[in-house]
């Protein structure tokens, strides 16, 4: 299902859960709000979830972690939602304003998403710590987590993604220094904290 900017309005149906078979969802940028169904950790096919740029909020269902054959997670750009929605005619719909999704999406089932390249939760209220299993996902080559509620020291397993290229951890509460071995990502291109 790829149906970006289509100012598509409403929420994601449970009944998305009955198709087993399907690989790819990208809503992005349209006006989705309310939450995520637990029922989508029924995809286990799925490689690519885009959601970015909506309005959607609640707490991440933990059957998302069920989608081991995930390569992309975009999550980003779900707070401060302004619940203006334009239809196709130019009128206006209002919506719920988003509170952004939240939760511990970096808890220690992140190890299960062991395909998992890319990752982008920007701008929601993401809490917790970034999990020691996140060495787990030697796959991931973006991590772009900036603008939540992340707390804790950034653990020294983040070292251990050699294909990591982008790492963004800005506006977040995390507490201690650099992991020491940084200088072991030789693929990092862009680093933020």
């Known amino acids: 299902i790829e149906l970006a900017e289509n100012n598509l309005i409403g929420e994601i149906v449970p009944e998305l859960g009955m198709l087993p078979f399907l690989q790819i969802i990208d809503l992005s940028s349209n006006c989705i709000f309310g939450?995520?169904?637990?029922?989508?950790?029924?995809l286990s096919y799925l490689t690519?979830?885009?959601l970015k740029d909506n309005g959607l909020s609640g707490n991440i269902p933990m059957e998302l972690f069920n989608l081991t054959n995930l390569v992309k997670l975009d999550?980003?750009?779900?707070?401060?939602?302004?619940?203006n929605c334009t239809r196709f005619d130019g009128t206006e719909k209002e919506i719920p304003t988003s509170n952004g999704l939240e939760g511990m999406i970096l808890d220690s089932n992140i190890g299960r998403l062991e395909y998992l390249q890319d990752i982008d939760v920007t701008d929601n209220y993401f809490s917790g710590s970034i999990s020691p299993e996140i060495g787990k996902l030697k796959q991931l080559g973006?991590?772009?987590?900036?603008?939540?509620?992340?707390?804790?020291t950034v653990p020294d397993e983040i070292t251990q993604l050699i294909n990591l290229k982008e790492l963004w951890l800005s506006m977040n509460y995390f507490t201690g220094g650099i992991?020491?071995?940084?200088?072991?990502l030789k693929s990092l291109e862009s680093f933020s904290m």
């Open 75 to 83: 999550l980003s750009y779900n707070v401060n939602y302004d619940g």
């Open 142 to 152: 973006r991590m772009v987590v900036d603008n939540n509620v992340f707390k804790s």
């Open 35 to 42: 939450t995520i169904p637990s029922s989508i950790g029924q």
């Open 179 to 184: 992991p020491e071995n940084i200088g072991a």
């Open 48 to 50: 690519n979830m885009d």
